[in-house]
């Protein structure tokens, strides 16, 4: 009975080296994916935003041309369809990285 309590306490400790690995390993996946930059662009390049990994907006460049001021909801409306880019590619790239720490966790 000692030496399976004994086996037991061994299991447990590599179980808990493997968790903490794992954890690095997580830890290493996400910073690497907030220091990512993604681009999202709306229709013909009118307007071009950069993101971090983790949601912040480094960068917004505005064609000219998607200037006018006799019809600002279409501006609107392409910075919306950049932003919109630009969080499709972080939340893709995330779930392809990160999933494989979450595939099979029930609720994840």
């Known amino acids: 009975m000692v030496m399976t309590m ?20 997580v830890t290493e996946e996400q910073e690497r994916l907030n220091e990512t930059e993604f681009i999202g662009v709306a ?8 993101f971090t990994g983790n949601h912040k907006m480094k960068d917004i460049v505005i064609n000219p041309e ?33 999933g494989k720490y979450t595939k099979g966790i029930p609720g994840l």
């Not at 229709?43 to 950069?50: F, N, S």
Request: glycine share 4%; no cysteine.
């Open 66 to 98: 998607a200037i006018d001021e006799d019809d600002p909801d279409m501006l609107q409306d392409l910075v919306v369809a950049a932003v919109n880019d630009a969080m499709s590619k972080i939340d893709s790239e995330t779930n392809k990285t990160m």
């Open 43 to 50: 229709p013909d390049d009118m307007v071009k935003v950069t």
């Open 6 to 25: 004994r086996g037991g306490m061994g299991n447990m400790q590599n179980m808990m080296r493997q968790v903490q690995k794992m954890q690095k390993q």
